[in-house]
């Protein structure tokens, strides 16, 4: 009983490391993306592949992060009973970081365009 617990309990700390660690990513991603954006460097190549980082993280840890949960869940219950019985269930809440990630993609694509502009009207003025 004790090593099930014991088992439970590493599985919960390796998700909760997997979103701690995703957190840390995206907010030293994002502290790049607006330190180019006050050196006014918004429409650079490093400020582009940075916003796409973010995005691709965000979108690919949201989806991750369910699976996760429910691989955990699965084992820990496995362990625990002879026959585990999940329900899956999805809450909208799960695939908050998944949306705001495509909607960074999105500005990805803005931001590309603003760099095009920028460097077609370079030296026209």
Known sequence: STRKESSAASDVYK??????????????????????????????????????????????????????????QFMVLGRLLETPQLTVTLEPAVLAPVLVGVLLIALGQVFGKGMELAHDVEGLV
Do not use: E, K, N, Y
């Not at 006014?40 to 369910?66: C, I, K, Q, S």
């Open 15 to 72: 998700r909760q490391v997997w979103v701690c660690g995703m957190v840390i990513a995206c907010c030293l991603l994002l502290l790049g993306l607006v330190g180019r954006i006050q050196r006014d460097a918004a429409f650079t190549r490093g400020a582009l592949h940075r916003l796409r980082a973010l995005a691709l993280v965000l979108v690919f840890g949201g989806l991750v992060h369910p699976f996760l949960s429910f691989a955990s």
